[in-house]
């Protein structure tokens, strides 16, 4: 089964994030494997791509005559895929050797529409003592509590997903207009609605392989106690925008939020008790600030109609 892997990019700033995220997928043990490089409008960095990856053989690049965002370079890099199979990861990531190998296990096994595996921190400016791993979501990493096991989810992250490439073309692939600044608001979550539509229209989710990883580094930005509050506070608002748009897309964060209140709680809670620690208590109240604010972009959602 044939692979295509779009890797999109804008940027001589973090080219070297690109290379190694890149060099990742060229490393993958899946024997066909293909790159396919997007580059966002901007001729330097489509010729520096070029020198460095034209004429390797498993490798195309392309870059838009204008800066478009990334849900239209995905979109236009799943066009040019050759494979059975087109799977996306991010810049700022790095694949597991063996990353490919296991989705297409969940394909040949399963005969699955959809599959996507687990993303682990790289933590690259330390990992911030405060953040509970139950919000490790707002920095792209695999949370506490999501899945726990292999199965049936409603998506993973855009950077470790793939889909059969006729089931992605006949949905349309990822809506531009879900994702990125519009003005003032930071939206969030393409992969979200494009894979409520493929539940609606096939009655079906995305595959999680938990042992297809993927490296996220976080850098130091998302590091910070501001970014992660506006971050929450977005990613509430856009939850309320998705379910405008697709009302039966909500359902994993009404079952995440009653995790947090009759699971998470309760466990911290009773690790304190045994053993008290500044940090406990930190992530504790981290929790629930994050948790608020995630509240208060949804109720901003429902009346910014």
């Avoid at 990992?127 to 509970?132: A, G, I, N, T, V």
């Avoid at 949370?143 to 096991?149: L, S, Y």
């Avoid at 490296?215 to 925008?241: I, M, N, P």
Wanted: aromatic residues 12%; negative net charge.
């Amino acid at each position: 089964m044939r692979v295509s892997v779009v890797l999109c990019t804008y940027t001589l700033d973090e080219y070297d994030d690109f290379r190694e995220a890149a060099n990742s997928v060229l490393a993958q043990t899946h024997d066909d494997v293909e790159l396919v490089v997007v580059v966002d409008g901007y001729e330097d960095v489509y010729d520096v791509v070029v020198d460095d990856y034209g004429d390797h053989p498993d490798v195309q690049v392309h870059c838009n005559d204008e800066n478009e965002g990334l849900l239209v370079s995905r979109n236009r890099g799943a066009e040019y895929a050759t494979g059975d199979v087109v799977a996306f990861i991010d810049a700022d990531a790095v694949a597991d050797p063996h990353w490919v190998k296991r989705l297409i296990t969940a394909y040949e096994e399963r005969d699955v529409l959809a599959a996507g595996g687990k993303m682990t921190p790289r933590w690259v400016a330390g990992k911030p003592s405060f953040l509970p791993e139950e919000f490790y979501w707002l920095v792209g990493v695999t949370h506490r509590g999501f899945a726990e096991g292999e199965g049936e989810v409603r998506n993973t992250f855009g950077s470790n997903i793939s889909f059969r490439a006729d089931v992605f073309a006949e949905l349309g692939g990822f809506d531009p207009e879900i994702g990125g600044r519009k003005g003032e608001k930071n939206l969030q979550g393409g992969e979200t609605e494009l894979c409520a539509r493929l539940r609606e229209e096939y009655g079906k989710g995305v595959w999680y392989v938990p042992d297809a990883e993927v490296e996220h580094k976080v850098f130091d930005y998302r590091t910070e106690l501001g970014w992660l509050a506006d971050r929450a506070f977005w990613q509430g608002y856009s939850k309320r925008a998705m379910e405008t748009i697709l009302p039966e897309s909500g359902g994993e964060e009404g079952e995440f939020l009653r995790y947090l209140l009759s699971d998470a709680t309760p466990t911290r809670l009773r690790s304190l008790a045994l053993s008290p620690s500044l940090t406990g208590i930190q992530q504790l109240a981290v929790l629930y600030v994050l948790t608020t604010l995630v509240g208060a972009g949804y109720l901003y959602g429902v009346i910014d109609k």
